[in-house]
């Protein structure tokens, strides 16, 4: 059984307020795309790594990598117009026949677990489709059509991270989907030629660097 990981690295760092983009910038001195690549190597040092980024950046990477002696094996695909057709670029790359999963993860949430990714997997293998997520422990409210709002109970809702797991197969025919702008992430690609999502507890920690404070915040993960 074939393990690969597509990391989509496809931001341009603005809510960042610099120049970067943010999966270039670095965290405990290295490259946050780095962090989150080693992360998967961790867990499964055979897993073929699929790194998707925008064509324009890619010899900015190239050269970060030799800056920072960082040889790990890895496929590239050029970014597309949106999260799913830089998905769609990725999933190109693994061949049709294989029989073996893939997850997709964000390049800029480098501080997955192993136990997530370990409970990812194995869920995906088991069931086909598997999606880490969190409970929401903050008050929630629903905006209604007319602007009022209402309180609505939290434990009907959960948060949703990354990475998204799926068998080969499964990921393969559902990206073969024509493009809609309700496909906010992999499981809903899935999810809407019928396949049901598995849900598995994911971590805290595994925050997506988006802001500023999320840039701090990951300086003190570092050192956890």
């Known amino acids: 059984m074939k393990r690969y990981v597509i990391i989509v690295a496809g931001g341009k760092g603005l809510r960042m ?28 040092d055979e897993i073929q790594v699929i790194l998707v980024l925008p064509h324009d950046q890619q010899e900015y990477w190239a050269e970060l990598c030799k800056k920072y002696d960082f040889d790990v094996p890895m496929l590239t695909a050029d970014g597309g117009d949106s999260r799913f057709h830089s998905v769609q670029n990725g999933l190109a790359l693994v061949p049709d ?43 929630v409210r629903q905006i209604l059509p007319e602007g009022d709002s209402v309180t609505v109970d939290r434990d009907h809702y959960r948060l949703v991270q990354t990475p998204q797991v799926f068998t080969v197969d499964v990921l393969k025919k559902a990206y073969l989907q024509p493009y809609q702008r309700e496909f906010t992430d992999d499981a809903s690609v899935v999810e809407e030629m019928g ?19 999320d840039l701090k915040l990951s300086e003190v993960l570092c050192r956890i």
Not at 106 to 120: K, L, N, Q, Y
Not at 203 to 213: C, D, F, M, V
Request: charged fraction near 25%.
């Open 17 to 44: 307020g610099g120049d970067v983009p943010k999966q270039f910038l670095p965290v405990g001195g290295k490259p946050v795309l780095m962090r989150t690549i080693e992360a998967f190597r961790k867990v499964y």
């Open 97 to 139: 026949d294989v029989e073996g999963i893939v997850g997709v993860h964000d390049g800029v949430r480098p501080f997955v677990s192993e136990e997530t990714i370990r409970r990812c997997y194995q869920a995906a293998w088991e069931n086909g489709a598997a999606i880490p997520v969190v409970p929401v422990v903050e008050t």
């Open 195 to 213: 396949h049901p999502i598995t849900l598995v507890e994911g971590n805290r920690g595994n925050i997506k660097l988006t802001t500023p404070e």
